[in-house]
């Protein structure tokens, strides 16, 4: 089989030409007309450009396996878990009514891989702050959003007796000299995940000084201070 990366995000956010509908499987009325073929989701037309391109290599009749696919849900515009629900839950239903696509009618892909269990705040963001937010759950095994993965329970089960440390947060004093607090939790954030103050992220409207308190602290976490 071949195994590859599919991101209806990541496509969105590079083409001003595609819709949050298209991506999010809910643009039924206004289908794209590709080549004589109706595509009413972003997915079934990824999918569908690389079974052109399998066939063109003379591999026509190839199995495909989605080896990974998800939506992000903070660090950019769009990316929610909201959206992520009503992408995810959008993509499992096209999935298991085996409709396939346009190229590949009543043939889904083989299996797919959700990106992914848990958030990963070291991930790289040279593409974006986006990419350390694909998990459906939290950092402490709490569902970010209900989907139906039809592994015996209907739905996600959060992580249960989590032990945690007291809430204590690091406010800045604004009766300090702050004149190189911008600076400094630019380094903080350099060796900390401060993805969440991207624009569109969900700490984006934290006014100064808010955001640099938010920066030393996810510091601080991180660094077990």
């Not at 999010?24 to 009413?40: Q, W």
């Amino acid at each position: 089989p071949f195994l590859v990366s599919i991101s209806p995000f990541h496509l969105l956010q590079q083409n001003r030409n595609i819709s949050l509908s298209f991506s999010l499987f809910r643009e039924t009325s206004h289908p794209r007309n590709d080549h004589h073929k109706l595509y009413t989701n972003i997915f079934d037309l990824s999918y569908d450009t690389l079974v052109t391109a399998l066939s063109s290599a003379g591999f026509a009749h190839v199995d495909i396996i989605i080896g990974q696919i998800g939506w992000p849900t903070d660090g950019a515009v769009n990316a929610n878990s909201s959206m992520a629900e009503t992408f995810m839950k959008g993509f499992l239903v096209h999935l298991r009514g085996k409709s396939g696509t346009p190229l590949r009618p009543h043939d889904p892909p083989k299996e797919a891989y959700i990106l992914s269990l848990l958030d990963e705040d070291q991930r790289s963001i040279a593409d974006g702050s986006f990419e350390r937010h694909w998990g459906i759950f939290t950092f402490d095994g709490q569902a970010k959003y209900q989907v139906d993965l039809a592994e015996g329970s209907r739905h996600l089960v959060n992580a249960q007796n989590v032990e945690y440390h007291s809430a204590k947060w690091c406010v800045v004093n604004n009766n300090k000299d702050l004149s190189n607090a911008s600076v400094s939790a630019l380094e903080a954030c350099s060796v900390a995940d401060c993805s969440a103050l991207s624009p569109g992220g969900s700490c984006y409207n934290l006014s100064w000084p808010g955001n640099i308190s938010y920066a030393f602290n996810s510091y601080y976490q991180q660094h077990d201070q």
